[in-house]
């Protein structure tokens, strides 16, 4: 069964200290990996595509990467304004029962001043 | 430029009534979906159009109604509304389908009692 997994569930961290959440994922044949952006109250906000193994994105403090298995998004120091979930998402091949978009169930992220 | 909107931002509904959750976007996206958002679960998707005209089921359509007659809107109908069914719905949009850059509104919070 194509699956989601992030961990860990929640996070808090101090400003400046550098982390990483892990999405790990099972689905046969990749299309695209996603990460997203969570703030209460507020829809999702788009923040990276990946497509295959070993590339990289960068956004401010923020820089995922994908392996086979699973994907990464490092924070380096960082800031309170960095607080969200921060929710990972897989696509699988076109016109398979994996098609459609798989969204795990999110990292909360917490940064104390 | 609105972008994605949805109303209304909240709603309660008692058991066995029927309501319905509109989307419109200004976007000219061609894929529009639906999700509901419970905690734990992450997202899961309901049901999509890849056009005018067209729509599919997700993961969890039962209970849900969904039509497509324009572009623009995308609303989403509760037919006996449930306990359930609680939860929070975001309509998502993107330019076509394959492509994981999704748009969301800023959701709507149903509670049935």
């Known amino acids: ?113 | 430029n609105a972008g994605v909107t949805q109303t209304p931002k909240f709603q309660v509904l008692k058991t066995g009534q029927s309501m319905t959750l509109q989307c419109a976007q200004d976007m000219n996206h061609e894929y529009m979906s639906w999700y509901r958002q419970d905690p734990g679960m992450g997202l899961r998707l309901i049901h999509y159009s890849v056009g005018a005209g067209i729509t599919d089921q997700g993961e969890v359509p039962n209970g849900y109604n969904v039509s497509r007659s324009t572009t623009e809107d995308f609303p989403l109908r509760l037919l006996s509304a449930a306990p359930s069914q609680t939860s929070v719905y975001f309509c998502a949009t993107t330019v076509r389908e394959g492509l994981g850059e999704q748009y969301f509104g800023p959701g709507t919070r149903l509670t049935v009692t």
């Open chain 1, 1 to 113: 069964e194509d699956q989601v997994t992030q961990s860990p569930e929640a996070l808090r961290l101090q400003e400046g200290e550098s982390s990483s959440l892990n999405c790990s994922y099972t689905v046969s044949g990749l299309r695209g990996l996603f990460w997203y952006r969570q703030d209460p109250g507020k829809g999702p906000e788009f923040l990276f595509t990946l497509y295959s193994a070993g590339e990289e994105k960068e956004k401010e403090r923020l820089k995922a990467t994908l392996t086979k298995k699973e994907s990464f998004l490092h924070i380096t120091a960082p800031k309170p304004e960095d607080s969200a979930t921060y929710l990972c998402a897989v696509q699988g091949p076109r016109y398979s029962s994996a098609s459609k978009i798989i969204f795990g169930s999110g990292t909360r992220l917490s940064i104390r001043p």
